[in-house]
Protein backbone atom coordinates (compact mmCIF):
# COMPACT_ATOMS: atom_id res chain seq x y z
CA UNK A 1 0.00 0.00 0.00
CA UNK A 2 1.17 3.65 -1.10
CA UNK A 3 1.95 5.88 1.67
CA UNK A 4 0.82 9.55 0.64
CA UNK A 5 3.61 11.75 1.68
CA UNK A 6 2.53 14.62 4.80
CA UNK A 7 3.83 17.20 2.27
CA UNK A 8 3.79 17.41 -1.19
CA UNK A 9 6.63 18.92 -3.29
CA UNK A 10 6.44 22.34 -3.48
CA UNK A 11 6.30 22.95 -7.34
CA UNK A 12 3.45 20.07 -7.41
CA UNK A 13 -0.05 22.41 -8.34
CA UNK A 14 -2.90 21.00 -7.01
CA UNK A 15 -6.60 21.54 -8.23
CA UNK A 16 -8.71 23.28 -6.89
CA UNK A 17 -11.58 21.45 -5.13
CA UNK A 18 -14.74 20.76 -7.27
CA UNK A 19 -17.33 23.07 -6.76
CA UNK A 20 -20.07 21.54 -4.66
CA UNK A 21 -23.25 23.14 -6.81
CA UNK A 22 -21.22 22.50 -10.17
CA UNK A 23 -23.90 20.11 -11.96
CA UNK A 24 -26.88 23.17 -11.09
CA UNK A 25 -24.89 25.72 -11.90
CA UNK A 26 -23.91 23.52 -15.36
CA UNK A 27 -27.90 23.05 -16.29
CA UNK A 28 -28.26 27.03 -15.36
CA UNK A 29 -25.69 27.84 -17.67
CA UNK A 30 -27.30 25.60 -20.34
CA UNK A 31 -30.40 27.33 -20.11
CA UNK A 32 -28.77 30.16 -20.72
CA UNK A 33 -27.09 29.06 -23.76
CA UNK A 34 -30.29 27.44 -25.24
CA UNK A 35 -32.32 30.70 -25.22
CA UNK A 36 -29.23 32.13 -27.77
CA UNK A 37 -29.50 29.06 -30.29
CA UNK A 38 -33.13 29.04 -29.84
CA UNK A 39 -33.06 32.64 -31.51
CA UNK A 40 -31.67 31.66 -34.25
CA UNK A 41 -34.59 29.39 -35.66
CA UNK A 42 -37.39 30.89 -33.68
CA UNK A 43 -37.87 34.06 -35.62
CA UNK A 44 -37.78 32.31 -39.18
CA UNK A 45 -41.17 30.81 -39.16
CA UNK A 46 -42.43 34.18 -37.35
CA UNK A 47 -40.98 36.03 -40.73
CA UNK A 48 -44.43 36.34 -43.39
CA UNK A 49 -46.95 37.31 -39.80
CA UNK A 50 -43.68 39.79 -38.45
CA UNK A 51 -43.87 40.97 -42.59
CA UNK A 52 -47.40 41.83 -42.51
CA UNK A 53 -47.91 43.06 -39.06
CA UNK A 54 -45.18 46.07 -39.23
CA UNK A 55 -44.91 46.01 -43.20
CA UNK A 56 -42.08 44.70 -43.78
CA UNK A 57 -40.34 44.81 -46.81
CA UNK A 58 -37.71 41.96 -47.92
CA UNK A 59 -34.52 44.51 -46.98
CA UNK A 60 -35.65 44.52 -43.60
CA UNK A 61 -36.81 41.31 -43.54
CA UNK A 62 -33.84 40.13 -44.02
CA UNK A 63 -31.57 42.10 -41.11
CA UNK A 64 -34.17 40.27 -39.01
CA UNK A 65 -32.22 37.81 -39.35
CA UNK A 66 -28.88 38.65 -40.27
CA UNK A 67 -28.50 41.44 -37.48
CA UNK A 68 -28.21 38.90 -34.78
CA UNK A 69 -26.20 36.19 -36.04
CA UNK A 70 -23.70 39.34 -37.31
CA UNK A 71 -23.24 40.85 -34.34
CA UNK A 72 -23.45 37.22 -32.07
CA UNK A 73 -20.55 36.42 -34.27
CA UNK A 74 -18.52 39.56 -34.93
CA UNK A 75 -18.19 40.39 -31.40
CA UNK A 76 -18.03 36.59 -29.87
CA UNK A 77 -13.68 37.06 -29.72
CA UNK A 78 -14.16 40.54 -28.14
CA UNK A 79 -17.15 38.56 -25.62
CA UNK A 80 -14.06 36.26 -25.01
CA UNK A 81 -11.36 38.22 -23.92
CA UNK A 82 -13.64 40.74 -21.73
CA UNK A 83 -14.52 37.37 -19.68
CA UNK A 84 -11.05 36.54 -19.30
CA UNK A 85 -10.57 40.27 -18.02
CA UNK A 86 -13.47 41.07 -16.27
CA UNK A 87 -14.73 37.39 -14.77
CA UNK A 88 -16.70 34.71 -16.44
CA UNK A 89 -19.62 35.00 -13.97
CA UNK A 90 -19.75 39.01 -14.05
CA UNK A 91 -19.48 38.78 -18.23
CA UNK A 92 -22.26 35.48 -18.43
CA UNK A 93 -24.80 37.81 -15.94
CA UNK A 94 -23.91 41.07 -18.49
CA UNK A 95 -24.89 39.56 -21.60
CA UNK A 96 -27.96 37.67 -19.84
CA UNK A 97 -29.05 40.73 -18.84
CA UNK A 98 -28.57 43.03 -22.30
CA UNK A 99 -29.91 39.81 -23.67
CA UNK A 100 -33.33 39.75 -21.75
CA UNK A 101 -33.50 43.46 -22.61
CA UNK A 102 -33.17 43.47 -26.03
CA UNK A 103 -35.49 40.63 -26.03
CA UNK A 104 -38.49 42.60 -24.53
CA UNK A 105 -37.34 45.34 -26.71
CA UNK A 106 -37.69 43.02 -29.85
CA UNK A 107 -41.29 41.88 -28.68
CA UNK A 108 -42.34 45.13 -28.66
CA UNK A 109 -41.49 46.70 -31.87
CA UNK A 110 -43.89 48.41 -33.50
CA UNK A 111 -41.39 49.03 -36.76
CA UNK A 112 -38.68 47.70 -38.64
CA UNK A 113 -36.11 49.82 -36.69
CA UNK A 114 -36.97 49.29 -33.40
CA UNK A 115 -37.09 45.10 -34.00
CA UNK A 116 -33.58 45.52 -35.80
CA UNK A 117 -32.17 46.94 -33.12
CA UNK A 118 -33.74 44.58 -30.33
CA UNK A 119 -31.95 41.92 -32.51
CA UNK A 120 -28.86 43.41 -32.79
CA UNK A 121 -28.68 44.51 -28.82
CA UNK A 122 -29.69 40.72 -28.64
CA UNK A 123 -26.73 39.47 -30.67
CA UNK A 124 -24.59 42.06 -28.36
CA UNK A 125 -25.71 40.32 -25.39
CA UNK A 126 -25.23 36.68 -26.87
CA UNK A 127 -21.60 37.82 -27.81
CA UNK A 128 -21.02 38.68 -24.58
CA UNK A 129 -22.77 35.26 -22.65
CA UNK A 130 -21.88 32.69 -24.66
CA UNK A 131 -18.55 32.43 -24.42
CA UNK A 132 -18.38 33.20 -20.91
CA UNK A 133 -20.66 30.54 -20.33
CA UNK A 134 -18.18 27.83 -21.82
CA UNK A 135 -15.31 29.03 -20.01
CA UNK A 136 -17.47 28.41 -16.95
CA UNK A 137 -18.30 25.11 -18.20
CA UNK A 138 -14.95 24.41 -18.76
CA UNK A 139 -13.19 25.74 -15.42
CA UNK A 140 -15.40 23.82 -13.26
CA UNK A 141 -15.33 20.12 -14.09
CA UNK A 142 -12.05 18.43 -14.57
CA UNK A 143 -11.51 15.26 -16.26
CA UNK A 144 -13.99 12.25 -17.13
CA UNK A 145 -16.62 15.40 -15.47
CA UNK A 146 -15.50 17.24 -17.87
CA UNK A 147 -15.49 15.61 -21.10
CA UNK A 148 -19.41 14.75 -20.14
CA UNK A 149 -20.34 18.40 -18.88
CA UNK A 150 -19.27 19.90 -22.59
CA UNK A 151 -21.13 16.31 -24.30
CA UNK A 152 -24.02 17.98 -22.08
CA UNK A 153 -22.76 21.53 -23.42
CA UNK A 154 -22.69 20.26 -27.41
CA UNK A 155 -25.98 18.68 -27.06
CA UNK A 156 -27.75 21.77 -26.67
CA UNK A 157 -26.94 22.96 -30.19
CA UNK A 158 -28.86 20.85 -32.18
CA UNK A 159 -31.52 20.46 -29.37
CA UNK A 160 -31.76 24.10 -29.60
CA UNK A 161 -32.49 24.45 -33.83
CA UNK A 162 -35.26 21.96 -33.44
CA UNK A 163 -36.91 23.08 -30.18
CA UNK A 164 -36.75 26.68 -32.42
CA UNK A 165 -38.69 26.14 -35.45
CA UNK A 166 -41.50 23.77 -33.25
CA UNK A 167 -41.56 26.80 -30.71
CA UNK A 168 -41.87 29.66 -33.42
CA UNK A 169 -45.10 27.78 -34.86
CA UNK A 170 -46.52 27.06 -31.82
CA UNK A 171 -46.11 31.08 -30.11
CA UNK A 172 -46.48 32.80 -33.68
CA UNK A 173 -50.27 30.78 -34.36
CA UNK A 174 -51.43 31.21 -30.56
CA UNK A 175 -50.19 34.47 -28.76
CA UNK A 176 -48.83 35.91 -31.34
CA UNK A 177 -44.76 36.62 -32.63
CA UNK A 178 -43.92 38.80 -30.47
CA UNK A 179 -43.97 35.82 -27.79
CA UNK A 180 -40.93 34.63 -29.66
CA UNK A 181 -39.44 37.12 -28.24
CA UNK A 182 -41.59 37.77 -24.67
CA UNK A 183 -40.73 33.59 -23.70
CA UNK A 184 -36.84 34.58 -23.26
CA UNK A 185 -37.52 37.50 -20.26
CA UNK A 186 -39.24 35.31 -17.58
CA UNK A 187 -36.55 32.86 -18.47
CA UNK A 188 -33.67 35.39 -18.34
CA UNK A 189 -35.15 37.12 -15.07
CA UNK A 190 -34.76 33.89 -12.90
CA UNK A 191 -31.68 33.26 -14.31
CA UNK A 192 -30.63 36.44 -13.26
CA UNK A 193 -31.71 35.88 -10.30
CA UNK A 194 -30.14 32.39 -9.49
CA UNK A 195 -27.05 32.24 -11.27
CA UNK A 196 -25.17 34.68 -8.72
CA UNK A 197 -25.94 32.42 -5.98
CA UNK A 198 -24.76 29.14 -8.33
CA UNK A 199 -22.27 29.86 -9.73
CA UNK A 200 -18.67 31.08 -8.13
CA UNK A 201 -17.03 34.21 -9.04
CA UNK A 202 -14.45 33.65 -11.51
CA UNK A 203 -10.73 34.88 -11.32
CA UNK A 204 -9.99 37.69 -13.48
CA UNK A 205 -6.75 37.79 -15.74
CA UNK A 206 -5.10 40.95 -16.73
CA UNK A 207 -5.81 41.16 -20.61
CA UNK A 208 -5.68 43.68 -23.52
CA UNK A 209 -9.08 44.74 -25.57
CA UNK A 210 -8.96 45.05 -29.04
CA UNK A 211 -12.36 46.89 -29.31
CA UNK A 212 -11.02 48.27 -32.81
CA UNK A 213 -10.88 45.04 -33.78
CA UNK A 214 -14.04 43.86 -32.98
CA UNK A 215 -15.72 47.08 -34.38
CA UNK A 216 -13.92 46.57 -38.00
CA UNK A 217 -14.37 42.83 -38.38
CA UNK A 218 -18.11 43.43 -37.26
CA UNK A 219 -18.81 46.40 -39.40
CA UNK A 220 -16.69 44.74 -42.65
CA UNK A 221 -19.40 41.87 -42.66
CA UNK A 222 -22.24 44.21 -42.08
CA UNK A 223 -20.78 46.35 -44.98
CA UNK A 224 -20.68 42.80 -46.78
CA UNK A 225 -24.44 41.93 -45.87
CA UNK A 226 -25.69 45.13 -47.13
CA UNK A 227 -24.55 44.63 -50.30
CA UNK A 228 -25.23 41.42 -51.14
CA UNK A 229 -29.11 42.52 -49.71
CA UNK A 230 -29.10 45.51 -51.67
CA UNK A 231 -28.09 43.67 -54.87
CA UNK A 232 -31.68 42.21 -54.76
CA UNK A 233 -33.30 45.51 -54.96
CA UNK A 234 -30.88 47.58 -57.09
CA UNK A 235 -29.11 44.70 -59.28
CA UNK A 236 -25.42 43.89 -58.64
CA UNK A 237 -23.62 46.39 -60.60
CA UNK A 238 -25.85 49.32 -59.03
CA UNK A 239 -23.48 51.81 -56.97
CA UNK A 240 -25.40 50.82 -53.86
CA UNK A 241 -24.47 47.39 -53.94
CA UNK A 242 -21.23 47.83 -55.11
CA UNK A 243 -19.78 50.26 -52.72
CA UNK A 244 -20.85 48.67 -49.80
CA UNK A 245 -19.37 45.48 -51.37
CA UNK A 246 -16.17 47.47 -51.84
CA UNK A 247 -16.03 48.89 -48.93
CA UNK A 248 -16.22 45.49 -46.54
CA UNK A 249 -13.04 44.28 -48.83
CA UNK A 250 -11.43 47.81 -47.18
CA UNK A 251 -12.45 47.19 -43.93
CA UNK A 252 -11.53 43.80 -43.97
CA UNK A 253 -7.91 45.28 -44.84
CA UNK A 254 -7.84 47.58 -42.36
CA UNK A 255 -8.44 44.75 -39.68
CA UNK A 256 -5.68 42.45 -40.85
CA UNK A 257 -3.40 45.68 -40.36
CA UNK A 258 -4.73 46.49 -37.20
CA UNK A 259 -4.28 42.64 -35.71
CA UNK A 260 -0.84 42.69 -37.42
CA UNK A 261 0.37 45.51 -34.98
CA UNK A 262 -1.96 45.23 -31.93
CA UNK A 263 0.15 43.73 -29.05
CA UNK A 264 -3.16 41.65 -28.25
CA UNK A 265 -4.84 41.11 -31.57
CA UNK A 266 -8.20 39.68 -31.18
CA UNK A 267 -7.49 37.38 -33.83
CA UNK A 268 -4.16 36.00 -34.77
CA UNK A 269 -3.93 35.96 -38.11
CA UNK A 270 -1.25 33.81 -38.49
CA UNK A 271 -4.22 30.50 -37.24
CA UNK A 272 -5.60 31.33 -40.97
CA UNK A 273 -2.32 30.13 -42.87
CA UNK A 274 -3.02 26.82 -41.03
CA UNK A 275 -4.10 24.73 -43.33
CA UNK A 276 -6.56 22.35 -40.85
CA UNK A 277 -8.10 26.07 -39.75
CA UNK A 278 -8.18 27.43 -42.87
CA UNK A 279 -10.37 24.27 -44.03
CA UNK A 280 -12.64 24.04 -40.93
CA UNK A 281 -13.41 27.57 -41.33
CA UNK A 282 -14.16 27.15 -44.98
CA UNK A 283 -16.69 24.29 -43.98
CA UNK A 284 -18.29 25.83 -41.42
CA UNK A 285 -19.17 29.06 -43.20
CA UNK A 286 -20.47 26.86 -45.90
CA UNK A 287 -22.64 24.43 -43.48
CA UNK A 288 -23.89 27.18 -41.71
CA UNK A 289 -24.77 29.69 -44.67
CA UNK A 290 -26.47 26.40 -46.28
CA UNK A 291 -28.44 25.26 -42.82
CA UNK A 292 -29.85 28.83 -41.88
CA UNK A 293 -30.85 29.71 -45.80
CA UNK A 294 -32.65 26.63 -45.50
CA UNK A 295 -34.90 27.83 -42.58
CA UNK A 296 -35.26 31.32 -44.09
CA UNK A 297 -36.32 30.38 -47.82
CA UNK A 298 -38.48 26.94 -46.69
CA UNK A 299 -40.76 28.86 -44.30
CA UNK A 300 -41.32 32.13 -46.92
CA UNK A 301 -41.42 29.25 -49.48
CA UNK A 302 -44.13 27.00 -47.69
CA UNK A 303 -46.16 30.13 -46.07
CA UNK A 304 -46.55 32.21 -48.97
CA UNK A 305 -46.44 29.17 -51.71
CA UNK A 306 -47.90 26.33 -49.91
CA UNK A 307 -50.27 28.53 -47.66
CA UNK A 308 -48.99 26.47 -44.75
CA UNK A 309 -49.66 28.06 -41.49
CA UNK A 310 -46.21 29.65 -39.12
CA UNK A 311 -47.25 25.92 -36.69
CA UNK A 312 -47.35 23.63 -40.06
CA UNK A 313 -43.92 25.43 -41.06
CA UNK A 314 -42.81 24.31 -38.02
CA UNK A 315 -43.78 21.03 -37.91
CA UNK A 316 -41.93 20.77 -41.58
CA UNK A 317 -38.81 22.15 -40.04
CA UNK A 318 -39.03 19.63 -36.83
CA UNK A 319 -37.51 16.87 -38.89
CA UNK A 320 -35.00 19.24 -40.72
CA UNK A 321 -33.28 20.52 -37.21
CA UNK A 322 -33.48 16.97 -35.74
CA UNK A 323 -31.89 15.38 -39.07
CA UNK A 324 -28.82 17.80 -38.38
CA UNK A 325 -28.15 16.35 -35.36
CA UNK A 326 -28.04 12.76 -36.60
CA UNK A 327 -26.05 13.74 -39.21
CA UNK A 328 -23.04 15.21 -36.57
CA UNK A 329 -23.51 12.15 -34.36
CA UNK A 330 -23.23 9.59 -37.94
CA UNK A 331 -20.23 12.05 -38.93
CA UNK A 332 -18.60 11.80 -35.43
CA UNK A 333 -19.11 7.78 -35.88
CA UNK A 334 -17.61 8.20 -39.30
CA UNK A 335 -14.31 10.22 -38.82
CA UNK A 336 -12.58 7.59 -37.56
CA UNK A 337 -13.49 5.31 -40.10
CA UNK A 338 -13.19 7.11 -43.17
CA UNK A 339 -11.54 10.72 -42.78
CA UNK A 340 -12.37 13.67 -42.79
CA UNK A 341 -11.92 14.24 -46.25
CA UNK A 342 -14.30 11.65 -47.23
CA UNK A 343 -17.05 12.81 -44.54
CA UNK A 344 -16.99 16.34 -45.69
CA UNK A 345 -17.19 15.04 -49.36
CA UNK A 346 -20.16 13.04 -48.69
CA UNK A 347 -21.92 15.48 -46.56
CA UNK A 348 -21.75 18.15 -49.13
CA UNK A 349 -22.83 15.88 -51.72
CA UNK A 350 -25.55 15.02 -50.00
CA UNK A 351 -26.52 18.31 -49.44
CA UNK A 352 -26.29 19.36 -53.10
CA UNK A 353 -28.60 16.49 -53.60
CA UNK A 354 -31.53 17.69 -50.86
CA UNK A 355 -31.01 21.13 -52.30
CA UNK A 356 -32.44 20.06 -56.15
CA UNK A 357 -36.11 19.37 -55.24
CA UNK A 358 -36.75 22.12 -53.48
CA UNK A 359 -35.52 24.03 -57.13
CA UNK A 360 -38.66 22.88 -59.15
CA UNK A 361 -41.20 22.85 -56.57
CA UNK A 362 -44.21 24.78 -57.81
CA UNK A 363 -47.49 26.02 -56.44
CA UNK A 364 -48.90 22.59 -56.39
CA UNK A 365 -46.27 20.56 -55.20
CA UNK A 366 -47.08 18.66 -52.48
CA UNK A 367 -44.47 19.85 -49.52
CA UNK A 368 -44.85 17.28 -47.07
CA UNK A 369 -43.72 14.70 -50.12
CA UNK A 370 -40.85 17.11 -51.56
CA UNK A 371 -39.78 20.17 -49.51
CA UNK A 372 -39.60 18.25 -46.17
CA UNK A 373 -37.79 15.27 -47.02
CA UNK A 374 -35.63 16.44 -49.58
CA UNK A 375 -34.23 19.65 -46.71
CA UNK A 376 -34.20 16.91 -44.20
CA UNK A 377 -31.60 14.77 -46.39
CA UNK A 378 -29.43 17.82 -46.77
CA UNK A 379 -29.42 18.82 -43.35
CA UNK A 380 -28.69 15.19 -42.66
CA UNK A 381 -25.32 15.80 -44.70
CA UNK A 382 -24.93 19.26 -42.86
CA UNK A 383 -25.01 17.64 -40.11
CA UNK A 384 -22.09 15.64 -40.66
CA UNK A 385 -20.05 18.54 -41.77
CA UNK A 386 -20.32 20.77 -38.90
CA UNK A 387 -18.52 17.33 -36.79
CA UNK A 388 -15.90 17.21 -39.66
CA UNK A 389 -15.18 21.21 -40.05
CA UNK A 390 -14.99 21.51 -35.83
CA UNK A 391 -12.65 18.16 -35.80
CA UNK A 392 -10.45 19.16 -38.58
CA UNK A 393 -10.05 23.13 -37.20
CA UNK A 394 -9.12 21.48 -33.64
CA UNK A 395 -7.79 18.25 -34.05
CA UNK A 396 -5.27 18.22 -36.89
CA UNK A 397 -2.89 21.31 -35.04
CA UNK A 398 -1.05 21.46 -31.98
CA UNK A 399 -3.05 20.83 -28.82
CA UNK A 400 -1.96 24.63 -27.52
CA UNK A 401 -3.63 26.14 -30.67
CA UNK A 402 -6.74 24.67 -29.70
CA UNK A 403 -8.66 27.61 -28.17
CA UNK A 404 -7.27 30.21 -30.95
CA UNK A 405 -8.83 27.64 -33.57
CA UNK A 406 -12.28 27.33 -31.71
CA UNK A 407 -12.85 31.05 -31.34
CA UNK A 408 -11.66 30.99 -35.36
CA UNK A 409 -14.18 28.14 -36.25
CA UNK A 410 -17.41 29.54 -34.09
CA UNK A 411 -17.00 32.86 -35.36
CA UNK A 412 -17.17 31.93 -38.76
CA UNK A 413 -20.36 29.68 -37.59
CA UNK A 414 -22.41 32.96 -36.85
CA UNK A 415 -21.09 35.00 -39.15
CA UNK A 416 -22.13 32.12 -42.10
CA UNK A 417 -25.58 32.60 -41.23
CA UNK A 418 -25.52 35.87 -41.95
CA UNK A 419 -23.94 35.92 -45.09
CA UNK A 420 -25.95 32.95 -46.38
CA UNK A 421 -29.36 34.58 -45.23
CA UNK A 422 -28.21 37.97 -47.24
CA UNK A 423 -27.84 35.74 -50.50
CA UNK A 424 -30.42 33.46 -51.01
CA UNK A 425 -32.60 36.53 -50.02
CA UNK A 426 -31.47 38.39 -52.49
CA UNK A 427 -31.68 35.66 -55.26
CA UNK A 428 -34.86 34.72 -54.18
CA UNK A 429 -36.62 38.10 -54.29
CA UNK A 430 -38.60 37.88 -56.87
CA UNK A 431 -40.79 35.65 -55.07
CA UNK A 432 -40.37 37.02 -51.69
CA UNK A 433 -41.54 40.16 -52.95
CA UNK A 434 -43.45 39.31 -56.14
CA UNK A 435 -47.03 37.54 -56.60
CA UNK A 436 -47.70 34.27 -54.27
CA UNK A 437 -47.31 31.72 -57.33
CA UNK A 438 -43.81 33.27 -58.56
CA UNK A 439 -41.32 30.32 -57.94
CA UNK A 440 -38.82 31.90 -59.91
CA UNK A 441 -36.41 33.18 -57.12
CA UNK A 442 -37.16 30.47 -55.02
CA UNK A 443 -35.29 28.06 -57.99
CA UNK A 444 -32.36 30.52 -58.27
CA UNK A 445 -32.18 30.71 -54.91
CA UNK A 446 -32.14 26.65 -54.23
CA UNK A 447 -30.12 26.27 -57.19
CA UNK A 448 -27.65 28.67 -55.83
CA UNK A 449 -27.56 26.54 -52.69
CA UNK A 450 -26.75 23.26 -54.87
CA UNK A 451 -24.03 24.38 -56.57
CA UNK A 452 -22.20 26.20 -53.20
CA UNK A 453 -22.21 22.51 -51.85
CA UNK A 454 -21.42 20.67 -54.74
CA UNK A 455 -18.30 23.22 -55.07
CA UNK A 456 -17.57 22.57 -51.50
CA UNK A 457 -17.91 19.08 -52.04
CA UNK A 458 -15.16 19.28 -54.68
CA UNK A 459 -12.97 21.50 -52.76
CA UNK A 460 -12.98 19.36 -49.65
CA UNK A 461 -10.47 16.70 -50.40
CA UNK A 462 -7.70 19.50 -51.73
CA UNK A 463 -7.86 21.98 -48.73
CA UNK A 464 -8.49 19.45 -45.89
CA UNK A 465 -5.05 17.54 -44.59
CA UNK A 466 -4.62 14.16 -44.97
CA UNK A 467 -4.98 12.20 -41.85
CA UNK A 468 -7.64 11.63 -39.41
CA UNK A 469 -7.77 14.19 -36.47
CA UNK A 470 -7.27 13.45 -33.24
CA UNK A 471 -10.56 13.30 -30.70
CA UNK A 472 -10.84 16.78 -29.81
CA UNK A 473 -13.25 16.57 -27.00
CA UNK A 474 -14.52 20.12 -27.37
CA UNK A 475 -17.78 21.68 -27.97
CA UNK A 476 -19.54 22.70 -31.08
CA UNK A 477 -21.42 26.13 -30.68
CA UNK A 478 -24.62 25.15 -32.24
Keep these: MTRTPAHAPAHVHTRPPAHPRRWTALALICVAQFMLILDVTVVNVALPRIAVDLGLDRTSLTWVVTAYTLCFGGLMLLGGRLADALGARRTLLAGLAVFTAASLLSGLAVNAPMLIGG ?5 VGAALLSPAALALVTTSFHGAERAKALGVWAAIG ?3 SAVGVLLGGVLTDGPGWPWIFYVNVPVGLALLAALPTIVPASVRTPARLDLPG ?7 TGSLIYGLVQAGDTGWASASALLPL ?7 GIFAAVERASRAPLMDLRMLTLRPVVAGSFLMLVATALLIAFFFLGSVQLQKLHGFSAL ?3 LVFLPV ?6 GAHLGSRLLGLVGPRACATGGMA ?3 LGCLPPALVTPGTNAWTTLLPALSLAALGLGAVFVTATTTALGLIAPHEAGLASGIVNTFH ?6 GVALVSTLAAASIQGPAATTTGFTAAFTFCAALATTAALTAPFLIPPGNPRPTGGPHAH
Design 414 to 419: EVGGSI
Design 246 to 252: LGSVLLY
Design 321 to 326: AVTTAV
Design 214 to 220: ALLVTAA
Design 158 to 160: GTG
Design 312 to 314: RTG
Design 350 to 352: IAA
Design 119 to 123: RIAQG
